[in-house]
């Protein structure tokens, strides 16, 4: 992490920056029946329901430092699951009220927060109709308002989902002004987001930034460098014949190059 970023800026008033982090990833598998496409998407909803996710996105926030205030989540029918968290920067805090009209209920106490950030999941696990091929999605969008910074948080998302392909994107927007009024557009140094990956993560995979420093907005997508077919396939095949093995680890790489270069490939 740079030395830049643990710089705190003195601000006239509140960090008024927005930094917003995208987590995309695809894990990918060859399912050859029906029953093992409808088996992989029965694990993937076992293993990324509603409840794990907000498990994942509570440390989250824990992780970047801020306060869950609110969260909602569902898992769809018949995939799928989404959870969203709404959390400050700073902690809750609660104002005492002292009610003098007996007439008019009113709470104990009122709920105050400085700044609004949320953290959310979408999960999109889907199938070929008839091409074997399994591909499970999640996007995870961490936006926070202030100084504390999503980047954080991204070690742990990485670690949380078996990736095959990972597209995240950081962004920093509006802008704040220190104590003499002046315009800042960022309040940290970035030069990549491959700065905040673990090094041990980025052996592990072939990575590419399409940056633009000047508007705050860094792109990293990645790859699995190895390729081991034994990891596709869903349920074992001991008998598989070479040529079943090479049509299979083709389809499983044209699917990685589509979704890696975001576009379809011509059969050959």
Known sequence: MKDGYNKRIELHGFNNLTKTLSFNMYDICYTET???????????????NADRLQHILTNVTEIIGAHVLNVSKQDYVPQGASVTILVSEGPVVEIPIHSTDDKVPLPDSVVMQLDKSHITVHTYPEYHPYEGISTFRADIDVSTCGEISPLKALPYLIHSFETDIMSIDYRVRGFTRDVNGNKLFIDHDIDS????????????????????????????KC?????????????PRHQLSNMDKSQITKKVKNEMDEIFYGHVTKNE
């Open 223 to 235: 790859r699995l460098k190895q390729f081991r077919l034994e990891d596709y396939l869903f349920t």
């Open 193 to 220: 987001i491959q700065d905040y990956i673990p090094d041990h993560v980025k052996d592990e995979y072939d990575m590419m930034d399409v940056n633009l420093h000047h508007d705050h907005i860094y792109y990293t």
């Open 34 to 48: 029906k029953a093992e496409k409808e088996s992989y998407i029965n694990y993937i909803n076992e293993q990324y």
